[in-house]
């Protein structure tokens, strides 16, 4: 029986391969959907590769399940602690839907945002989201912090600089109101 072992593992590896490779075709090509089922199989042939869980979780935050990406990226932090996609991922996933997220989603999606940025500076994204964490909290100046760091990381997110130029106009309205109240 031992002589079937390699062979054994070397067709697992092969099927494991196979199932990683169509998974990943497909949540690059949008089918995030499709590739749920592809990605489930080949993280449970090895729930130890990295990229094959944090592709399935990529693609259970793809399509809004995302209580389904947490357990597997939190074990991914314990394997893989300094890389950064995974931290960002998280972030993701703990914050869900941003209009229905609690307190509690977002403290916990600042945090693994944060120490995705503490990994990797410049990851991408993760300022952004940040700040649009804290613009949703009304935490204004806060949020023009993390788009100003977005900016620097991508000058041409023009998405970021949209929201940094709404945010100060919001600011000196608000500065202009008070001055005229007195």
């Given at each position: 029986m031992n002589a079937n072992k390699p062979e054994?593992?070397?067709a697992l590896q092969a099927r494991f391969e196979a199932l990683f490779r169509r998974g990943t075709e497909m949540l690059h090509a949008g089918q995030a959907d499709k590739a749920i089922s592809v990605l489930k199989k080949?993280?449970?042939?090895?729930?130890e590769h990295i990229d094959a869980a944090l592709n399935l979780s990529a693609a259970y935050i793809l399509t809004?399940?995302?209580r389904l990406a947490v357990p597997i990226l939190e074990k991914l932090t314990e394997i893989a602690p300094d890389n950064?996609?995974?931290?960002?991922?998280?972030?993701?996933?703990?914050?869900?839907n941003p209009i229905l997220a609690s307190?509690?989603?977002?403290q916990r999606a600042i945090a693994a945002f944060e120490q995705a940025l503490a990994i990797d500076p410049i990851a991408p994204n993760v300022a952004y989201?940040?700040?649009?964490?804290?613009?949703?909290?009304?935490?204004?100046?806060?949020?023009?912090?993390?788009?100003?760091?977005?900016?620097?990381?991508?000058?041409?997110?023009?998405?970021?600089?949209?929201?940094?130029?709404k945010?100060?106009?919001?600011?000196?309205?608000?500065?202009l109101d008070k001055s005229e109240e007195n």
């Open positions: 054994n593992d070397t080949a993280h449970a042939l090895n729930p809004r399940q995302f950064a996609m995974i931290w960002t991922n998280l972030g993701a996933a703990y914050l869900g307190d509690e989603d977002q989201n940040l700040g649009l964490i804290y613009r949703d909290r009304q935490e204004y100046e806060t949020a023009k912090k993390w788009f100003r760091r977005a900016i620097q990381a991508n000058p041409r997110d023009r998405d970021a600089h949209a929201l940094l130029q945010l100060e106009n919001k600011t000196d309205q608000n500065t």
